[in-house]
């Protein structure tokens, strides 16, 4: 009997070990970082009625944000390196729960690299976001911010301006929304990119990228008219 128990102990184990990697494996993209948002707010749920900023590493990196826009309220929900179809599965998680007054979204960069994203395509998949965004919060403000170019992707610049194109367009159509353009700020008055603005891994952009963002959406931003004086 003993020897049988050091036999199958250690193959429970094994097995334990094998049913846990196979159950992270089965989580969607990025499952662990909502988790921490989850476990955070449990903590210290960020105040109700704000200026929520949802999408990819290029809010996430962007990590004085809620101080920066402290005055309203910012809550910081970008993760992992988010497409319009994480954001999309993780709305539940990353917009609803805050009630926000506005949101602000930076996301569909990363839709790019698979190579089979069309321009049509990636506006089907923003049309999706923000029809699950607006069957929750039908009226408020949202604020989309264009795709952004950069040097470690300058091979997608023809298409990021269609993208851009499509979705400006779009959004013409469609109420309490605003387009914000931070592409064409990003590059020189010829047209070129600045890669004095981004980090070094060239996708990312560094304080002075941000500071550009800074002024391009600040004056996009609704205030909470109850604390107004």
């Known amino acids: ?49 704000g200026v929520l900023f949802a999408g990819s590493s290029s809010f996430r990196l962007w990590t004085d944000l809620e101080a920066v826009f402290q005055e309203y309220h910012a809550i910081n929900r970008g993760f992992g390196g988010a497409t319009l179809v994480d954001l999309n599965r993780y709305a539940d998680d990353v917009i609803f729960p805050y009630s926000p007054r506005q949101v602000v979204i930076y996301c569909g960069e990363n839709d790019l690299p698979a190579d089979t994203v069309t321009a049509q395509m990636l506006l089907g998949r923003f049309k999706t976001l923000l029809a699950t965004i607006r069957s929750r919060l039908p009226n408020e403000p949202i604020v989309y911010l264009s795709i952004k170019p950069s040097i470690a992707r300058r091979r997608y610049i023809p298409l990021i301006r269609q993208c851009n ?65």
């Open 165 to 229: 194109h499509l979705i400006r367009e779009y959004l013409k159509t469609q109420p309490n929304t605003t387009f914000v353009d931070v592409f064409s700020l990003l590059l020189t008055k010829e047209g070129r990119l600045r890669p004095e603005l981004y980090r070094a891994d060239q996708l990312h952009l560094n304080m002075r990228g941000y500071e550009i963002w800074r002024m391009a959406i600040a004056p996009h931003l609704i205030r909470d008219s109850a604390n107004v004086n």
């Open 1 to 49: 009997m003993k020897f049988l128990s050091s036999l199958v102990f250690p193959f429970l184990l094994l097995v334990t070990i094998a049913d846990c990697h196979e159950s992270a494996s089965r989580h969607p993209p990025f499952w662990e970082e909502i988790q921490n948002f989850k476990e955070a707010d449990s903590k210290s749920f960020p105040a109700r009625n």
